[in-house]
């Protein structure tokens, strides 16, 4: 298939690291969208299964593919490593064991420029291996079309954070300078699609799904729980410190800290035992007077019970033995830890 003459409309840029068994079907949902003005960036993170042969292999056979062959480095950097290339007016961010509705691109892109949106959102489904499949969001009714003002944006930042639940506008990701955390961790695309979406002038809603996330994946980190995932604590503020540095604290300082809190719980409540102290640590070091006064006043809509419960049992219970270590040295000993490794 030759290249498309001019710009492509949109770059569909793939991170790729040791996904052999369902790379294939991924790429096959992306070549075969309906709308073919695509340029597709498969970005391979240092595959060391037979995932580079095979996007070569798709790269012969289609134009509009190119091939970004780098050092493993998580998915973040991955994405971040596609961002010279990108020539697209709009970006999409897929996984590459996930797959695409033939759909997806055109619809989106007929929705974010018949409303104007900096980016557009839709709806996924999740599938799971051995049961049936799951909605990843649903937008209630009267949700509306167009969210403008940060008190319809809330639900946006709660659900909408993967990266494969919307499509850009390049030059908006550019000129707010929107990347991905860098390094080899899980939740490296928080802090860009919330910072995005808090700068955003307008976001349209396509309540479709268009998009099958798959789950439960051997290997995958959402079902490696390990001590990679301690690093949401510095995930958590590095987020709100960049709302600070934009600005947008104060708008969104309910969500944020609402998030913040919550996400802590789950995490913990999900790890296994044997690094559940040093996140126990990691939360409670990372804690300031505002994080607490939040904790004694927010309503049970922003933090229910059971959450307050678990920061009381938290703040009482003695893991360490001696006086809690700052969170800077907490999160250098993680990392140089994870290189390590």
């Known amino acids: 298939m030759s290249r498309q003459q001019g710009s492509p409309t949109v770059s569909v840029v793939v991170p790729i690291y040791n996904v052999e068994k369902y790379l294939r079907q991924c790429l096959d949902s992306i070549v075969g969208q309906t709308l073919e003005s695509l340029e597709i960036l498969l970005v391979n993170d240092g595959s060391n299964d037979a995932s580079l042969e095979i996007i070569q292999e798709y790269a012969e056979k289609d134009n509009r593919i190119q091939v970004i062959d780098k050092k493993n480095g998580g998915g973040g950097s991955a994405r971040n490593a596609a961002s010279p290339y990108i020539e697209g007016k709009y970006t999409y961010f897929a996984d590459p064991d996930d797959w695409l509705e033939p759909d997806l691109c055109e619809k989106a892109v007929q929705r974010i420029e018949e409303t104007g949106a900096d980016v557009v959102c839709f709806r996924a489904v999740r599938e799971f291996p051995h049961r049936k499949t799951k909605p990843v969001v649903r937008f209630q009714p009267g949700f509306p079309e167009i ?62 799904s268009l998009y099958h996330n798959r789950r439960l994946r051997p290997g995958s980190y959402q079902t490696t729980l390990d001590e990679r995932h301690l690093v949401i604590v510095e995930t958590m503020c590095k987020i709100e410190e960049t709302f600070r540095e934009i600005g947008k604290f104060q708008e969104y300082r309910s969500i944020l800290l609402s998030q913040k809190l919550r996400r802590f719980y789950r995490k913990y409540v999900a790890m296994p035992q044997e690094f559940r102290a040093e996140l126990g640590e990691l939360i409670l070091a990372s804690l300031s007077e505002e ?22 049992m938290l703040g009482e219970h003695d893991f360490w033995g001696t006086a809690v270590f700052s969170l800077h040295d907490a999160f250098a000993q993680i990392k140089k830890r994870l290189k390590a490794a």
């Open 147 to 208: 969210r403008i003002d940060p008190e319809h944006r809330t639900d946006l930042l709660r659900f909408c954070d993967a990266p494969w639940l919307k499509v850009w506008r390049s030059d908006f990701l550019r000129q707010n300078q929107i990347r991905f955390c860098e390094g080899k961790r899980p939740h490296n695309d928080v802090l860009h699609s919330w910072k995005g979406c808090a700068l955003a002038e307008k976001i349209a809603i396509l309540d479709e």
């Open 291 to 312: 994080d607490r006064e939040f904790l004694r006043t927010a309503s049970s809509n922003l933090l229910p019970f059971k959450i307050r419960s678990f920061y009381r």
